[in-house]
């Protein structure tokens, strides 16, 4: 069997791009109208929240760590996977259409919601969905 290693090409640029991944009812899995564009766990932008905790543990000869700190670092990475978001015409937060996609906003987000980081982390990191057409 013939295979050639350029028909992966484009696993890397999607996931610096991002794909959409439409969010999901965490018990009916229909659409709630929250549509995400998420970069692989491969990315520049995931790799460069990986390398600076790396740096950061590093350079404080950090030998332990805490539960805490692996919750804080792992919802960080996923928070760096969201590149953007939008709401359907009629979704809602709190009453209101969504705010902008900032940092702060998706960390906030995941934090009132998990099952949607769960989500995510779940599209980011299988490749298979970045090698889509």
């Known amino acids: 069997m013939s295979f050639d290693l350029a ?15 439409k969010i999901k009812h ?21 790799k460069k929240v990986q390398r600076r905790q790396a740096n950061e543990r590093l350079r404080k000869r950090i ?19 969201v590149l953007s978001w939008k709401g359907d015409e009629d979704f809602r937060l709190d009453g209101q259409p969504l705010p902008e996609c900032t940092k702060e906003a998706v960390d906030g987000l995941l934090r009132r919601f ?3 980081g769960s989500q995510i982390d779940d599209f980011a990191s299988d490749q298979s969905n970045f090698l889509q057409s």
């Not at 965490?26 to 995931?46: H, W």
């Open 26 to 46: 965490p018990v009916s899995g229909e659409p709630i109208g929250l549509t995400l564009r998420v970069a692989g766990y491969e990315s520049d932008a995931v």
């Open 63 to 81: 030998t332990k760590i805490t539960a805490e700190e692996i919750e804080r670092n792992a919802r960080e990475v996923v928070v760096a996977s």
């Open 7 to 21: 028909s992966l090409d484009a696993l890397k640029s999607n996931q610096d791009d991002g794909l959409e991944l």
């Open 114 to 116: 998990p099952f949607i």
